[in-house]
């Protein structure tokens, strides 16, 4: 029996690498992509309600406001916008409006960013900061990269965001891959239609324009 062996030229050998490096990056994207897109999936499944949460693990920020409340507000295909509510006696009406997430589908993945706004509806001078997934995470969990304040703290520092629809909701600030600060939302008690707050600005688009992180 005889056996015949192919001999590829060198540059058959490089084109076929290619091709298979071509294909594997292609495949690792798609996946990636798929992952995306089932994470915001997942926070869109709650869309136009609110829900009651409470500070988990502190570290100096939002210490003393015992009532916190998310609404998942807009869900489109590559954005959801996240309002984020917290009970401050010092604010008017007793409540901090000023605090939006956004979580845009990108190029480089999924973007978090911080729309901040002052209680006319300006953008408050620290806004839009956030950073970019970290690699391909999971339909309930992504990391966020913030690569200034993994310059300033010398230690890979961003955020976190998890999500199990139905049941809770958690976002944190994270330094070396825990949480060094988080508040957690209860999914099982939506809150009614009717006392659902407005967000500060929330007929005035954001410029996106980061401020300092």
């Known amino acids: 029996m005889t056996r015949t062996i192919t001999r590829h030229r060198p540059t058959q050998l490089a084109g076929l690498l290619f091709s298979a490096c071509l294909f594997s990056t292609t495949s690792t994207a798609q996946t990636a992509s798929e992952t995306h897109a089932a994470f915001l999936d997942k926070l869109s499944a709650q869309c136009g309600q609110a829900f009651p949460g409470r500070l988990t693990i502190t570290s100096g920020e939002v210490q003393d406001r015992d009532h916190l409340l998310v609404h998942f507000r807009r869900c489109d295909e590559d954005e959801v916008l996240i309002p984020f509510h917290a009970e401050d006696e010092d604010a008017e009406g007793g409540w901090d409006h000023s ?3 956004f979580l845009t589908v990108v190029e480089e993945g999924l973007e978090l960013r911080h729309d901040h706004r002052e209680a006319d ?3 408050s001078s620290r806004t839009w900061y956030g950073g970019y997934s970290i690699g391909q995470g999971t339909a309930n969990r992504q990391d966020f990269h913030s690569p200034e304040r993994t310059w300033n703290a010398r230690m890979p520092v961003g955020w976190r965001i998890e999500i199990v629809p ?3 909701y958690r976002y944190g600030t994270i330094a070396n891959d825990e949480f060094t600060w988080m508040v957690e ?3 099982t008690r939506p809150i009614a239609e009717e ?4 967000v500060w600005g929330h007929d005035v688009p954001p410029t996106r324009i980061p401020g300092p992180p």
């Open 195 to 198: 006392d659902i707050p407005q």
């Open 99 to 101: 605090r939006t997430w």
């Open 185 to 187: 939302f209860d999914l």
């Open 121 to 123: 509806g300006s953008e």
């Open 166 to 168: 139905g049941e809770v």
